[in-house]
């Protein structure tokens, strides 16, 4: 084992692996350490340049005696070993001479540490399972390791963040999470620990981690490197900008994003998405965007209208860009067999490719592959078409849909992709998915880039990275899963998310109980970063196997404007469109926010109120900014709820205008017309 500073980084060596540690931006560390020689030399989402630190090394030595060995031995077993520190603003990692690893804050307490289960010589601390913090198992054959880092578990340890998983818990200690995208299923692996410090798991290798009572542990399937962040502060708030200045952080939301988006599935014409915006704006309703939905295209991969059913759409986007309206429309990464573009991506190496089997990813509405967007020459040439496809006809935001990808199955053993396998690449996708519009829009000159994407990994946001949760049941437990999911992709450092309100599989329209859940859920959509209307709205409409030049054409659900749902229910509907209008400065300012620090738009109860042990209990409210409690109705027949208020400030009741005294449980209205809102009563009104 040999310890040594080189170019302030703190290096361990031992039997032919390195250990590296070094300064990444203020407060924190970045921990990297290669098996063998053959390094992977990727900063994966560690790409912004962030600011420099000059570290406080230490090296000493340090007497250690093997226990093994009687008293009067000890001479012959003396060792003389050294163990080191390096120290960056409020965090410190400490390297004992057996190579462990422990963190402290600026106070001297310590924030985590490896767990090993091995000998210590030193401590004279003897345990003969044999378990290693940082354990590499060559895949035979290959220079690649299947990677375990485990940590230490702490008691009085919460853990919130790591991206968008379909459950119900915040915390997520206690939990076994995958790392691996799915439909609905974002794993951002950043999380932020209630002791005061935050952690990157920086690898987009398919593996999972485990919060257990007794060890935390991330799996890698196969990697080749250990590689992960640290940062130390003294607050959440503190955390979350350490952490975005070093993936990077969203630009400023651009106003279109801060309105209400109409979307259903699906407008099979031009003409049917006119008439429905005509129709809102008739009734004197705010509309910021509408989306023109999947298979509005010929075949998959061609990137374009089919022209009978969209004529011209140039002057559509100019007619409802002249009512306010933004056009979003969707793009597929899937490339159909026989479309006009499957031969040449295929010869350029511009696809997904499969190790073994049939080389088709999925075969919905035709065999499709997914492209490889880590290519970066795919990436240009999708965008090449989009650009000449969609953005000279006036479309400027893109709904950048299966974005995980969806494989049908998920064999991630089976993937390859130009970055590498997938089992060492795979989480990368959605992000590399959306560089290419990002990038393809600001080579065009524009200043603001939105996309809607279904999928998400560390370091997204700065793309410009709207996440939805995907194809999510029409249920109030699904409802209760999106809360979460929302406050957790914030908490890992992606501000803009949304839903499909009222969910996306399985609601009836003319069912009083789904009308119900909409009212609920749109109550709650209006208090999103992004307000939007989805869902394939059952029983989808009947009609015969339609085609056009011998393709399949989709169907549609039925309708999903507010207007749809009975006269009562539009309006409370209508309602809530107006109560976003007037939040509209306030979320623009909270938006600034996120941009400028990293602080999530929507969040938890304790990320403001840390020093209030009682807001960490209140998991199904949260905060929208700093100055508005939010507390959903997500179930059945509930007409009131308790909501917990922060000690500190008083509050007023948004649908009575009482006052409450904060640090105490509250009984709220909640009548189907009503979320119960409250929002801090200090002389300023936002509600």
């Known amino acids: 084992m040999h310890i040594y500073t080189d170019d302030d980084r703190l290096i361990v060596d031992d039997k032919g692996s390195s250990l590296v540690i070094e300064c990444h931006g203020e407060d924190s560390l970045r921990v990297r350490m290669y098996p063998g ?23 000493r030595e340090a007497d250690v005696t093997d226990p093994w060995y009687k008293e009067d031995e000890y001479k012959k077993y003396h060792i003389k070993a050294s163990e080191g520190s390096i120290t960056n603003g409020r965090i410190t990692a400490r390297v004992s001479s057996e190579g462990w690893i422990s963190y402290y804050n600026s106070e001297g307490r310590l924030l985590t540490e490896e767990f090993w289960r091995n000998r210590d010589r030193i401590n004279r601390y003897c345990v003969p399972l044999r ?20 940590f230490e578990a702490f008691e009085d340890e919460k853990i919130f963040g790591m991206g968008q998983y379909q459950i119900k818990q915040l915390d997520k200690k206690g939990t076994v999470l995958e790392l691996c995208h799915r439909n609905s299923q974002s794993s951002v692996p ?9 952690f990157l798991w920086n690898n987009p290798a398919i593996g999972r981690v485990t919060f257990a009572e007794n060890v935390t542990e991330w799996e890698a399937y196969s990697t080749k490197k250990l590689d992960y962040f640290i940062t130390a502060g003294d607050s959440y708030r503190d955390i979350e900008k350490n952490y975005s200045a070093a993936v990077g952080r969203a630009p400023m939301m651009p106003e279109y994003g801060l309105g209400y988006w109409q979307c259903k599935l699906r407008y099979r014409t031009q ?46 986007v ?25 031969r040449e991506m295929d010869e350029k190496g511009y696809l997904v490719k499969a190790d073994r089997g049939l080389p088709f990813h999925m075969t919905w509405m035709g065999d499709t592959v997914f492209y490889d967007p880590t290519n970066p020459e795919a990436r240009e040439y999708v965008w090449e078409k989009c650009r000449e496809n969609y953005y000279k006809k006036g479309i400027k935001c893109f709904w950048l849909d299966e974005a995980e990808p969806e494989y049908g199955p998920y064999d991630f053993d089976n993937y390859r ?38 999928c998400a990994w560390a370091g997204s946001q700065k793309y410009g990275v709207l996440t939805w ?14 809360l979460q999911a929302g406050l957790s992709m914030g908490m890992a450092g992606i501000p803009w998310w949304t839903s499909d309100i009222g969910g996306f599989l399985g609601g009836d329209i003319k069912d009083e109980g789904f009308k119900e859940l909409l009212l609920r859920w749109f109550a709650f959509g209006a208090f999103c970063p992004v307000f939007r209307m989805h869902g394939e709205r059952s029983p989808w409409h009947e009609r015969e196997e339609e085609f056009i030049n011998g393709v399949r054409q989709l169907t549609s659900g039925q309708d999903n404007e507010v207007w749809s749902f009975g006269e009562e229910n539009y309006e409370i509907l209508k309602k809530y469109l107006f109560i976003r209008e007037r939040l509209r400065p306030y979320i623009r300012r909270i938006m600034k926010e996120a941009s400028e620090t990293g602080t999530p738009v929507m969040r938890p109860m304790f990320y403001d109120h840390s020093d209030d042990s009682e807001t960490y209990k209140a998991e199904d409210q949260y905060m929208f900014g700093d100055r508005l409690i939010v507390a959903p109705v997500m179930e059945a027949g509930v007409r009131e709820r308790r909501v917990y208020l922060p000690k500190g400030s008083s509050y007023r009741e948004a649908a009575t205008g009482k006052i409450h005294e904060g640090g105490k449980w509250v009984t709220a209205v909640a009548t189907i017309d009503v979320i119960p809102v409250f929002e801090i009563d200090d002389g300023e009104r936002i509600l």
């Open 37 to 59: 020689p053959d390094r992977d030399e990727n900063d994966w989402a560690l790409t912004e340049k962030v600011k420099d630190v000059k570290p406080v090394i230490e090296i």
């Open 131 to 150: 378990i290693s913090a940082r354990e590499f198992k060559a895949v035979q054959g290959t220079t690649d390791h299947r990677l375990t880092a485990r």
């Open 190 to 198: 950043f999380f932020v620990s209630s002791r005061g410090y935050g």
């Open 271 to 316: 003409e049917e998405l006119l008439k429905v915006a005509r129709e809102h704006k008739k009734r004197g309703l705010p509309m910021d965007a509408i989306v023109v939905d999947f298979f509005h295209w010929s075949r998959q991969g061609e990137f374009k209208f089919e022209k009978r059913d969209w004529p011209d759409p140039e002057s559509m």
């Open 318 to 342: 100019r007619e409802l860009r002249e009512m306010g309206i933004e056009t979003v429309v969707s793009v597929w990464p899937t490339i159909d067999e026989r479309s006009e573009n499957y």
């Open 417 to 454: 992709y130009y970055a590498g396998p997938a089992l060492q690449t795979s989480n990368i996708y959605p992000l590399m998915y959306a560089k290419g519009f990002y990038e393809g829009l600001k080579n065009e000159g524009e200043e603001e880039v939105l996309s809607l994407v279904r």
């Open 469 to 482: 949760s995907g194809d999510i049941h029409s249920s109030f437990r699904a409802m209760r899963e999106q």
